[in-house]
């Protein structure tokens, strides 16, 4: 019989795993102020309002930063890591890309004010839901990882692996969508840059679910036998 020894929790109660979830936290709390902010832009609410929760969003990032931060420089030697240290500091870096690509995707928006009108609006705004969607789904994945590489057996490798083909499932939809817009935005009669930051502002927000996606593959990877 195998026994899974949860090498961390020998060490001590606060381990690198759970930073992640902390970490995850501050892309929850980010994403909050993401949907708030674009959902405001797009539908024509104030400018002062959409720029003051860009302020909120770049203080979600700075803090996830210091949280990435403080999680690489306090890992154990790698005799008492239950994953490969490369494998989880490449998790930490696309963790944090996805508020990276947010800030992105508010700075292309917030770059020159736009009028959209109503049936582009709801284009976006649905595909904001499915691309939030993504990053949401990315949580009960990291909670299943992190119970089943700590010992803590509160869900099965099967039910965690639903949990990352959810997430693909997720992408792909997001991926449809993107393609979608893309094709309505390029037939748009506006001015080619207006076009082009909408372009870059969809862009990036595909980007968000993408690198959800990546920390889903690596997860994957952490619970390999």
Known sequence: ?????????MLSDRTPMSGLLEHYGQIEKGMGFIHESMECYITGGACREFYSLQQEVDEAEYH?????RNIRNHLPHGLFMPVDKTLFINYTRSQDNILDSGQEALNWLGMHRLAIKEDMQKLL???LYEVTKTVELLKSALEATIDLVQGTVTVSRQETKEHFRDIRAQQRE???MKQNLMAELYNLDREFKEVYQLMKFVDSLFDMSHNAENCSDMLRAMIVR
Do not use: E, N, Q
Request: charged content about 35%; aromatic content about 24%; glycine content about 4%.
């Open 64 to 68: 996830a930063d210091k949280i990435k």
């Open 125 to 127: 705004l649905d595909y």
């Open 1 to 9: 019989m195998k026994f899974r020894v949860p090498f961390f929790g």
């Open 174 to 176: 997001v991926f449809r």
